[in-house]
């Protein structure tokens, strides 16, 4: 593939972010500005929970509406009570979220308690029910072992998850290939369409395409596509545009 394709792959996959703890409705309406409609359209943004309103209206202001509105819960220390992470999904349901992005209790998970993982998403999924995917942030760089990360994702694929997220963008080390494969390799494993997203550490059309380039190698063609690939990311439409423009 060239650059100029995985460009524009690059950004039919992309989860455009903003997940700032100063965010303003200002904010998430210049990130949906920033969406060149000629060069490609990510696949969804990725906001608060209070935004989502926000997103849906300033995506429909711009004929955007197909382009899907994701928020997170359980974000970013995985530390809430599951009561409260319930509450926040159906809060974040209401409001219009077309996906939700569960962070796992990572911390437990590490300590030895598979159970907690478990029930964070089979609860969140039963939550979501057909109004929307949930996606299943691991936190790969706090759990740092290979066997640790297999164990994560494997939790996601029973509990139902849609997709497995590599990491919040919060913590010091996010995405890398090393536990995109051991991710995707589980995945395949298991022998279930789920899907996968990279997040945190992908800015550039360079680091997307090594990805890309993993997920191909493992996966297939076929697999590349925004019901079961995505990259999360903030900065990486604007060199995506930078690429497609030349």
């Known amino acids: 593939m060239t650059k100029q394709q995985d460009a524009l792959l690059a950004v039919e996959l992309m989860d455009l972010t903003s997940l700032n703890t100063s965010d303003t409705t200002k904010d998430i309406q210049a990130l949906i500005n920033s969406i ?54 159906l809060i974040a349901i209401e409001r219009g979220a077309d996906e939700i992005d569960l962070v796992i209790p990572y911390k437990k998970l590490a300590a030895g308690d598979t159970q907690a993982t478990f029930k964070y998403v089979s609860e969140s999924k039963k939550a979501c029910g057909t109004q929307a995917q949930l996606k299943v942030i691991i936190e790969s760089g706090e759990l740092k072992t290979e066997a640790l990360i297999a164990q994560a994702t494997e939790l996601a694929i029973k509990g139902g998850a849609d997709f497995v997220k590599t990491s919040t963008g919060k913590v010091a080390i996010n995405a890398t290939l090393e536990s995109t494969k051991v991710m995707l390799t589980t995945i ?4 279930k369409r789920v899907g996968f ?10 680091d997307a395409s090594e990805y890309l380039a993993l997920a191909r190698s493992i996966m297939s063609d076929d697999y590349l596509q925004a019901t079961t690939f995505r990259f999360g990311a903030s900065s990486l439409l604007s060199d995506v545009y930078k690429v497609l423009e030349k």
Do not use: Q, W
């Open 188 to 191: 395949k494993n298991s022998g």
């Open 197 to 206: 997203k990279a997040a945190g550490g992908v800015k550039m059309v360079a």
């Open 36 to 89: 060149r409609p000629a060069l490609g359209t990510p696949a969804a943004v990725c906001v608060y929970s209070d935004f989502v309103d926000d997103a849906k209206i300033a995506l429909a202001a711009r004929e955007l509406s197909h382009v899907k509105v994701a928020t997170v819960t359980n974000f970013p220390t995985g530390d809430a009570l599951l009561s409260d992470v319930i509450n926040e999904t």
